[in-house]
């Protein structure tokens, strides 16, 4: 393996900060103004180059989809983060039960 298809396999990583501020607010149909001010207010923290340019990251850039769409549906941004958080919460909550279930069947009595 070849240190390109090294470098080319980062990009399935959901964190792995590939794309640009202009790349990434092309890509949400926002201005590079908002991601900024989710970067000033902190609500997202994107990754720094070396020379201080911010890269996002697939994640990142779901998030920022999310609080977008809270914030067009009128909440405020600390409202938003709060929704989010709590529907992160309630996933992870979810999937856990889900697992238990499983686990149950497979295993009713315990042991």
Known sequence: MTDA???LRRLDDP???ALTMS???ELLGVQA???RSLDSSGALQPH???GGHRRYSRSQLGLA???R?????GHPLASAETIVDLQDQLAAARADADR???SLRRNPRGV
């Open 65 to 67: 989809a999310r609080l």
């Open 100 to 102: 238990l279930r499983k």
């Open 33 to 35: 103004a908002f991601l």
């Open 23 to 25: 790349q990434a607010a």
């Open 69 to 73: 769409g809270l914030l067009d549906d």
């Open 5 to 7: 298809d090294d470098r």
């Open 15 to 17: 964190d792995f900060p």
């Open 48 to 50: 720094r180059s070396t």
